[in-house]
């Protein structure tokens, strides 16, 4: 078969098996889709069918095909992490700051805390730590890895249970949005490359400059026009970006933060988010199954993610019940939006991808880490859906 073939080969997996175990096993209560299109990419990489068929995946995944199917991955996840900045409201979180500011700071805190410990016990372990890592980075990453709230997913998983527009949502929103800027700048943190300091200031002193024509440019066009100005203006920026060491996906993220949401048509923004997650971004869910691997040993994998899910969980619920006897909650809310704040994937998958490319943190951690996101993402609905019922004024109660 031609490398074409093969490559439309993995196509038809990458969206034919996630499409046909959601819709068959109708996972979508506990698993939905984009969950299943995560494991679907776990199971088809080189840790478990490369382990149980390895002649079956050097036929369908060739290096070839890796590279082309990498190319979509890396143009996939630039927009969905600009479309996350986008969607950033801080002016919300200003109006509401004492509020926004308690929740969100505890809510992050505690999980970055408990995790950042979690990852100092993996440090006396060999395998863990990234070649180029030093140990303040790996245990800051992994510290705030198990505080990554998904701010794009939890958006899905608040339309699904009726809660997006209804006071409650649009205050998880708030805190999400809050600890979504705090995700960035962290990593921005963990990539500073002394050695190109130069580069990165100077980066970002253009970037500072560049954003002053853009937001006055943006202002002055039609949104029809809005729109291939935002792209050329996501790339420029994710170029700038890893040319001076800080990684392309933070560049994105910069390119979405400093527009505001409002230059844009909300339903159009929706459809765009939900396109993407669609036709291009299971295609980053395969290239991230690609990465895992089990070279440590199943067992000692699994451990350190039992380990970071119990740290992940237990921070982000006890720093919400604080902030709830703080702010004075009625019994029951911060459990609720404890558990609404756990979903994890995509964003912690991206932070991860992040430091494993940077070589902060090896492939065993990596795979640690995915594990860790998807079983946190799938904890959320479950356990939310029987609060929800328990608790049914919660949802209108503006705090």
Same mark, same amino acid.
């Given at each position: 078969m031609s490398l074409t073939e093969i490559f439309l080969v993995a196509m038809l997996l990458i969206f034919a098996l996630p499409y046909a175990v959601w819709r068959l096993g109708r996972t979508e209560r506990w698993a939905p889709l984009v969950v299943v299109q995560i494991v679907t990419g776990i199971l088809l990489g080189p840790?478990?069918?490369?382990?149980?068929?390895?002649?079956?995946?050097?036929?369908?995944?060739?290096?070839?095909?890796?590279?082309?199917?990498?190319?979509?991955?890396?143009?996939?996840?630039?927009?969905?992490?600009? =479309?996350?900045?986008?969607?950033l409201d801080l002016g919300q979180a200003w109006r509401h700051r004492r509020e926004s500011g308690i929740t969100a700071g505890l809510a992050l805190g505690a999980p970055l805390l408990l995790g950042a410990a979690a990852g100092g016990l993996l440090l006396a372990f060999p395998g863990w730590i990234g070649p180029l890592a030093r140990p303040w980075q790996f245990v800051l990453g992994i510290g705030m890895a198990c505080a990554v709230t998904a701010l794009p997913i939890l958006i899905l998983f608040m339309e699904k249970l009726a809660l997006l527009r209804r006071p =409650?949502?649009?205050? =998880?929103?708030?805190?999400?949005?809050?600890?979504?800027l705090a995700i960035w700048g962290v990593l921005a943190l963990i990539l500073m490359d002394w050695a190109r300091i130069g580069r990165q200031l100077a980066f970002l002193?253009?970037?500072?400059l560049a954003t002053l024509a853009l937001r006055a440019l943006m202002r002055r066009v039609p949104?029809?026009?809005?729109?291939?100005? #935002?792209?050329?203006?996501?790339?420029?920026?994710?170029?700038?970006?890893?040319?001076?060491?800080?990684?392309?996906?933070v560049g994105a993220f910069l390119a979405g933060a400093v527009m505001d949401g409002?230059?844009?048509?909300?339903?159009?923004?929706d459809l765009l988010r939900h396109h993407v997650l669609l036709v291009v971004m299971p295609v980053f869910f395969l290239s991230t199954g690609l990465r895992t691997t089990w070279e440590?040993?199943?067992p000692a994998v699994f451990v350190a993610a039992a380990g970071l899910l119990a740290a992940s969980v237990a921070g982000k619920l006890?720093?919400?019940?604080?902030?709830?006897?703080?702010?004075?909650?009625?019994?029951?809310?911060?459990? &609720? =939006?404890?558990?609404?704040l756990q979903t994890k994937a995509l964003i912690m998958i991206i932070f991860a991808n992040v430091l494993l490319d940077k070589q902060v943190i090896t492939s065993a951690s990596f795979t640690a880490l995915?594990?860790?996101?998807?079983?946190?993402?799938?904890?959320?609905?479950?356990?939310?859906?029987?609060?929800?019922?328990? &608790?049914? #004024?919660v949802a209108d109660r503006a705090g």
């Open positions: 840790g478990v069918l490369g382990a149980v068929a390895p002649a079956a995946y050097a036929f369908v995944f060739p290096p070839g095909v890796i590279q082309a199917l990498n190319g979509i991955a890396w143009w996939a996840v630039m927009l969905f992490v600009w =479309i996350a900045g986008i969607e =409650i949502g649009q205050r =998880i929103l708030r805190y999400a949005s809050l600890d979504d002193v253009t970037f500072a949104e029809a026009d809005r729109w291939p100005l #935002g792209l050329v203006w996501l790339a420029a920026c994710a170029l700038g970006a890893d040319w001076c060491g800080l990684h392309f996906m409002h230059w844009f048509d909300r339903e159009r923004m440590m040993g199943g006890l720093g919400v019940a604080a902030a709830g006897r703080v702010l004075g909650w009625p019994r029951g809310e911060a459990g &609720l =939006i404890g558990w609404l995915l594990l860790m996101a998807v079983a946190s993402t799938m904890l959320t609905v479950p356990m939310v859906t029987p609060r929800l019922a328990r &608790l049914p #004024g």
